[in-house]
């Protein structure tokens, strides 16, 4: 279904698709490799056209993405593994052949499908991968269109995982804020979260769990800081289920919050509430952004600013379109957004609310089910 989305949105059946970039590998042939875990290097690729699918990849990945692939199945290995079961690599169902390299593999794979096309969409730099094919490329810009496009509206079962990932990974929230509070440290609560996450199917992302003035650091691993009264707690979380992410924030404040950071979180809330009000149908991506922000300004926070407000949301954390002031794109029936105002004063501290919504015909539904509010720890 998500290849017949691509050769779809292509326009033309004169076109073989080539997917290099992890997302979209996964998207084409509904396999992830572990291995994207544990190796910087791993390559895998989806060749397909309307008709036939090849996938690439290394020889220790044949039956497992054998399992998950629609049959009959082709797979180009390369590299070496031992698999006690030569007999099997040819089937009937599942035909393995063996090459050298990535490369060459690649390039088997695209001759195998290149019959009556005359271009090839690559999803990615295509210079970096010693191609063979003498087909000229759909230009780069084409190319990435059609894939994130391809990937922006959402089946049903997208849905559905999306939805469970966000359920799961608001559970881990919920189990963590019970258990925080004044004496207990940063990584504790990240402990939490993690155990929680995994517990329930959830192969976890980032867990951003900073206190006091680290809440200041966008982006930063757990410490053995220990929570204190008047600490605010800012958490941003994120993991894959079945491939698709979660991504949610909220932030809590450790005993009575100061003025200061009751008058913050006032000005954030309620540019998250407009910028959850204005995710609709034929929104434009421009004007919700310039909505949020001119709401946080409003609000108490004159100096607030932002490089953007929101994202797509998918089998990546962050994927097309952006809720920001530039390239501005229509919302359509079946993206995932999620509209986030995080604000980070170094010294200070920083507060944070994150939401996903899934855009309908009628309107948005609110895929996050926690209240957005500043959260009382025990002091």
Same mark, same amino acid.
């Given at each position: 279904?998500?290849?017949?989305?691509?050769?779809? %949105?292509?326009?033309?059946?004169? +076109? !073989?698709?080539?997917?290099?970039? +992890?997302?979209?590998?996964?998207?084409?042939?509904?396999?992830?490799?572990?291995?994207?875990?544990?190796?910087?290097?791993?390559?895998?690729?989806?060749?397909?056209?309307?008709?036939?699918?090849?996938?690439?990849?290394?020889?220790?990945?044949?039956?497992?993405?054998?399992?998950?692939?629609?049959?009959?199945?082709?797979?180009?290995?390369?590299?070496?593994?031992?698999?006690?079961?030569?007999?099997? !690599?040819?089937?009937?169902?599942?035909?393995?052949?063996?090459?050298?390299?990535?490369?060459?593999?690649?390039?088997?794979?695209?001759?195998?499908?290149?019959?009556?096309?005359?271009?090839?969409?690559?999803?990615?730099?295509?210079?970096?991968?010693?191609?063979?094919?003498?087909?000229?490329? %759909?230009?780069?810009?084409?190319?990435?269109?059609?894939?994130?496009?391809?990937?922006?509206?959402?089946?049903?079962?997208?849905?559905?995982? !999306?939805?469970?990932?966000?359920?799961?990974?608001?559970?881990?929230?919920?189990?963590?804020?019970?258990?925080?509070?004044?004496?207990?440290?940063?990584?504790?609560?990240?402990?939490? $979260?993690?155990?929680?996450?995994?517990?329930?199917?959830?192969?976890?992302?980032?867990?951003?769990?900073?206190?006091?003035?680290?809440?200041? !650091?966008?982006?930063?691993?757990?410490?053995?800081?220990?929570?204190?009264?008047?600490?605010?707690?800012? $958490?941003?979380?994120?993991?894959?289920?079945?491939?698709?992410?979660?991504?949610?924030?909220?932030?809590?404040?450790?005993?009575?919050?100061?003025?200061?950071?009751?008058?913050?979180?006032?000005?954030? %809330?309620?540019?998250?509430?407009?910028?959850?009000?204005?995710?609709?149908?034929?929104?434009?991506?421009?004007?919700?952004?310039?909505?949020?922000?001119?709401?946080?300004?409003?609000?108490?926070?004159?100096?607030?600013?932002?490089?953007?407000?929101?994202?797509? +949301?998918?089998?990546?954390?962050?994927?097309?379109?952006?809720?920001?002031?530039?390239?501005?794109?229509?919302?359509?029936?079946?993206?995932?957004?999620?509209?986030?105002?995080?604000y980070y004063r170094p010294g200070w501290g920083g507060i944070m609310y994150e939401d996903t919504l899934v855009v309908g015909e009628g309107g948005a539904k609110r895929l996050t089910t926690l209240d957005n509010r500043l959260i009382i720890l025990p002091d």
């Amino acid at each position: 279904m998500n290849r017949d989305r691509v050769v779809a %949105l292509g326009g033309t059946r004169d +076109l !073989l698709y080539v997917a290099a970039k +992890l997302p979209n590998v996964v998207y084409c042939s509904g396999y992830r490799s572990s291995a994207y875990d544990t190796d910087p290097d791993h390559r895998m690729a989806v060749v397909f056209d309307s008709e036939n699918m090849v996938v690439v990849g290394p020889v220790a990945d044949l039956w497992g993405a054998a399992e998950c692939a629609s049959k009959p199945f082709i797979y180009m290995g390369y590299r070496r593994f031992f698999f006690d079961h030569t007999e099997a !690599l040819i089937d009937g169902e599942t035909r393995f052949e063996q090459y050298s390299s990535f490369d060459s593999a690649l390039n088997a794979a695209i001759a195998r499908l290149s019959d009556g096309k005359t271009r090839i969409a690559f999803d990615t730099d295509p210079t970096a991968f010693d191609l063979a094919s003498t087909l000229p490329l %759909l230009s780069q810009e084409d190319a990435d269109r059609v894939f994130r496009t391809a990937r922006s509206v959402k089946s049903a079962a997208e849905i559905s995982l !999306l939805r469970s990932a966000t359920e799961i990974t608001e559970q881990a929230l919920s189990t963590s804020l019970a258990n925080a509070r004044s004496g207990v440290s940063e990584a504790d609560v990240a402990a939490d $979260i993690t155990a929680s996450m995994i517990r329930n199917g959830i192969r976890p992302g980032f867990v951003v769990v900073t206190s006091g003035p680290r809440a200041a !650091l966008a982006d930063a691993y757990a410490s053995r800081r220990i929570l204190r009264p008047g600490d605010v707690v800012r $958490i941003d979380i994120g993991g894959t289920f079945g491939g698709y992410w979660s991504d949610t924030a909220c932030t809590a404040v450790v005993g009575e919050p100061s003025d200061e950071i009751e008058k913050v979180s006032a000005a954030l %809330l309620a540019g998250q509430a407009v910028a959850l009000g204005r995710v609709l149908p034929g929104s434009q991506t421009a004007e919700i952004f310039h909505a949020t922000i001119s709401a946080v300004c409003a609000a108490g926070l004159p100096q607030y600013r932002r490089h953007h407000v929101g994202h797509g +949301l998918g089998l990546a954390p962050h994927e097309f379109p952006t809720i920001g002031p530039d390239k501005s794109e229509r919302l359509v029936p079946g993206m995932v957004i999620n509209v986030e105002t995080p604000y980070y004063r170094p010294g200070w501290g920083g507060i944070m609310y994150e939401d996903t919504l899934v855009v309908g015909e009628g309107g948005a539904k609110r895929l996050t089910t926690l209240d957005n509010r500043l959260i009382i720890l025990p002091d």
